[in-house]
């Protein structure tokens, strides 16, 4: 059964420091491009009556450089990740990776922030932030803190994000090799992925998967072996351990664990 939205009571903040208190003082959930937050809504499956909607917030939509890190404003879009120079020319694979989110429209949207806060396995840009090594930026009313996004995690659906904090922006600092990107799904875009890879090929290898366990995975001992100087199949081997894929409506845990394992060949070749 839908949730009627008129059972939905949403505040609109008009600063960063009306959200942040609204979220301390009065436990609303924020809201922004809302492309979970209406197809729960049609599903019946909606939790949340209260929200504070964030997306005026034009001051968490700078992408910029500082210093030698690149700072992503939480409520950068898809749309505006695959347009920026700076995403471009320091992070290539989450350029690749928005251009797959969805079609025009949930590009336009969606934005990287509530990727995160979904904190769905399947989630198209969190293996790219894992590969990247990203810090994700928490705001509360009180204070700001940084966690790296491989701790971000907790379980499925699952964060260390408080109820009164806010993504604020995701912070990637200088990378070094080759980055690659794959998606694998019913589609090249406008599905749900079932296996989703990013990676970096450099001095010390990165290599990161969605849809193959309850969060997103780093693949470390995968990693290792590559830079230990391990065979392609030998690593490919070490990435069927590291991995624990299920069997849903889109894909079988089986098909998931072989096309990993191929897209480690794949990663090592092309990226090489």
């Known amino acids: 059964m839908r949730t009627p939205l008129s059972e939905l009571d949403v505040a609109r903040a008009g600063s960063l420091g009306d959200a942040l208190r609204l979220l301390r003082d009065e436990g609303r959930a924020p809201i922004a491009g809302c492309t979970d937050v209406f197809v729960q809504a049609n599903f019946g499956t909606l939790r949340e009556r209260r929200f504070v909607d964030v997306w005026g917030l034009d001051e968490l939509r700078t992408i910029a450089v500082r210093g030698d890190t690149l700072s992503i404003g939480a409520l950068a879009s898809y749309t505006m990740l695959r347009q920026s120079t700076e995403v471009r020319a320091r992070l290539p694979m989450l350029v690749e990776a928005a251009g797959q ?128 100087g391990a065979s392609v199949a030998e690593a490919a081997l070490i990435l069927g351990t590291e991995i624990a894929p299920i069997d849903d409506v889109r894909s079988t845990g089986e098909y998931r664990r072989r096309v990993a394992m191929g897209l480690v060949g794949r990663f090592w070749e092309e990226a090489g």
């Open 101 to 228: 989110v969805g079609g025009v429209q949930i590009q336009n949207r969606g934005t990287l922030g509530g990727n995160l806060a979904n904190a769905s396995p399947a989630g198209d840009s969190l293996p790219v932030l894992m590969a990247a090594d990203a810090v994700v930026v928490l705001r509360s009313a009180d204070a700001e803190r940084r966690v790296p996004v491989a701790d971000f995690f907790t379980g499925y659906r699952a964060t260390v994000k408080r109820a009164d904090e806010l993504i604020v922006a995701v912070e990637v600092g200088p990378i070094e090799g080759r980055q690659w990107f794959r998606k694998v799904g019913t589609r090249a875009a406008q599905a749900i992925s079932k296996v989703v890879v990013a990676g970096v090929r450099g001095p010390s290898p990165r290599l990161a998967l969605g849809s193959v366990g309850p969060t997103v995975v780093r693949a470390r001992k995968t990693e290792a072996a590559l830079a230990a």
